[in-house]
């Protein structure tokens, strides 16, 4: 299934920035931790969103396959959270399931050949890669 949606880098630089000031703004009227993470965790925003994917191989045709990623905000914070500690906790968005589809290339010496790309089907907040 193919989500249609598209979003440019300069909307989504514009989202983020207004994410951040919005979380900002809710992280100064609360003097807990607790009630900030609660209002940041409410505004989180990581969706699928759809694309389309050139695929060109040599001798074959190039082919344009409709894809989804998952795209948007999560919480991200650092902080005295313990005694005499810096604590960090980050989440970036990222895709829970996906779907592997299998995309058909006309080529000049092999007419059935097939290329299998996977595209995202539910997307989530989670740990960041490499955290």
Do not use: W
């Amino acid at each position: 299934m193919y989500k249609q949606s598209s979003i440019t880098r300069q909307q989504s630089r514009r989202l983020n920035i207004i994410f951040m000031l919005a979380m900002f703004i809710s992280l100064q009227k609360h003097s807990t931790v607790d009630g900030a993470y609660a209002v940041a965790k409410d505004k989180e925003r990581c969706k699928l969103v759809g694309y389309q994917l050139k695929l060109s191989f040599p001798t074959c045709y190039d082919s344009m396959v409709n894809l989804n990623t998952c795209l948007g905000a999560c919480i991200s914070a650092t902080g005295p959270f313990t005694r005499n500690k810096m604590t960090e906790m980050t989440t970036c968005c990222r895709v829970v399931k996906y779907q592997e589809v299998h995309v058909r290339i006309k080529c000049k010496y092999q007419p059935n050949y097939f290329h299998t790309v996977r595209s995202a089907t539910e997307c989530s907040c989670g740990k960041c890669p490499g955290s």
